[in-house]
């Protein structure tokens, strides 16, 4: 009885906490990791296959074929993000042209993706941690920024309302 009265009132909490915005921009999210691992598995095992992976340059070892690899992939998951993000989660919120909130997106999700990359280039050379992992890990660390990027400056409505609170 007690942990169903918790659990109602954790959950409670957790819808106050998780927006529908929210959730439908966790949900896109998802989507372009799935297509930004995918891309990167296709460029990294397959485009780029045959590649020599390791040049060592007066910085260390740099692997070219991952680091291509890793840019395309993120560049394509931006877009698909943008897209969703545009057509679903921001749908009410479309006051800015087309052309400026893909201008946006794309520019303020370099906050994102160089997150991502760092950690792709630098945890799996220099730590040994599978590349996927270290991609993931980056995702990750990178989705505050972009929640933060999207709802305050791409979809931010033009005129916010007041708060009743607020003179």
Not at 77 to 83: C, K, S, V, Y
């Amino acid at each position: 009885m007690l942990f169903m009265a918790w659990n109602r009132s954790a959950m409670k909490q957790l819808e106050r906490w998780l927006s529908p915005e929210l959730v439908k921009f966790l949900v896109v999210g998802g989507i372009s990791y799935l297509v930004n691992q995918a891309a990167l598995v296709l460029m990294y095992e397959w485009i780029f296959a045959g590649v020599t992976r390791a040049r060592h340059t007066s910085l260390g070892t740099v692997n070219l074929a991952l680091l291509v690899s890793s840019i395309v992939a993120v560049e394509i998951a931006i877009i698909a993000r943008f897209l969703l993000n545009d057509g679903w989660t921001f749908r009410h919120r479309r006051e800015k042209p087309f052309v400026h909130r893909f201008v946006q997106s794309n520019f303020g999700s370099f906050g994102s993706p160089l997150i991502a990359l760092c950690a792709v280039n630098i945890l799996t050379p220099v730590f040994g941690i599978n590349y996927l992992v270290s991609n993931s890990i980056g995702i990750v660390l990178g989705m505050a920024w972009n929640w933060g990027w999207s709802t305050r400056v791409v979809w931010r409505p033009l005129e916010e309302p007041t708060s009743p609170h607020r003179p």
